[in-house]
């Protein structure tokens, strides 16, 4: 076969090569700018890098706020976002262990790996946001032997709407090692992010004296955070323990439960079963308070400030009080 060389398809040649050729020296610019590709397990992570990172960062998240941390399963735009990443910010602790061990080995970055002795992240890119953490529910063993899904104590801290200031401490810190050039630049974010955030959290703590001493049952073992904040004090979960669904007779006592110590409030994770909590707060008289565990679990409520405040106000609405 002979291929002709019309002057249409030289030009059509010419036209690619000049394409390729700007999107190359793109490329290049982009790389001497320095933006630095952060990947975040959640929108919580997501909101907080951008706000600290501002425009020396290009964040990608991975969960998405309505989904259960537990329950994530890696996708395949996972590991084109980690193969490509120079940092990944999560909230450790062991609970993105559904998506995070397996995708640190399959994206393959020698930044980010995943550490076969502990399934936890390895490397120059890995920022954990819990260090410092005084972590609540340890247990006394650290096994996930008998299907324990909080192996290393509770792990859902971001919940707490106290915690904001450590999550962007934390991420300020690892930013800074990361692209030590630019830590100056992190220090003045994070300076602003808490100089906005620390009077919302201050003014939260009025907000929530009504809830001190309040019992309160939720559907999973997620909010000790929450209730060391707020000061409810919550007894028991509709979970028979976490990760295992409520059962017939485990429902039956907490009925009884709940009666007994007059608890007037379920606290349910917008991702749990909206029927059985119908179910309890009819045979209990409690009123339910519906939460997002992450950012973006409600539309609007996509940052870290949001999400905590919506959370205080369905939890004052469900006992019949407004914000202060
Ligand atoms: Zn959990």
Redesign the pocket.
Known sequence: MKFMLTEKTMKNELLALTLLLVAVSLTARAQAAGALRVVATVPDLVDITNRIGGGLVKVDGLAKGAE???QVVMRPSFVTKLNKADAVVFLGLS?EHAFLPGLLDVAANPKMRQDPATQGCVGTGCIDTSEGLSVLEKPDTLSRAQGE??PQG???YNIGPDQGPLLARNIAKGLSRIDPVHAADYKRNLKEYLAELEPKIALWRKWVAPLKGLKAVSF???VCYLGRFTGIDFVDTLELK??VAPTPTHLEALVREMKEQDIKLIVREQQYDPKVCQWLADQTGAKIAVIG?MANAFPGAETFEKISERNLKALLAAVGKEPS
């Open positions: 259960d941390i537990h609970v899904l909080h509770n792990p859902h999973h073992k997620d976490p990760g565990t």
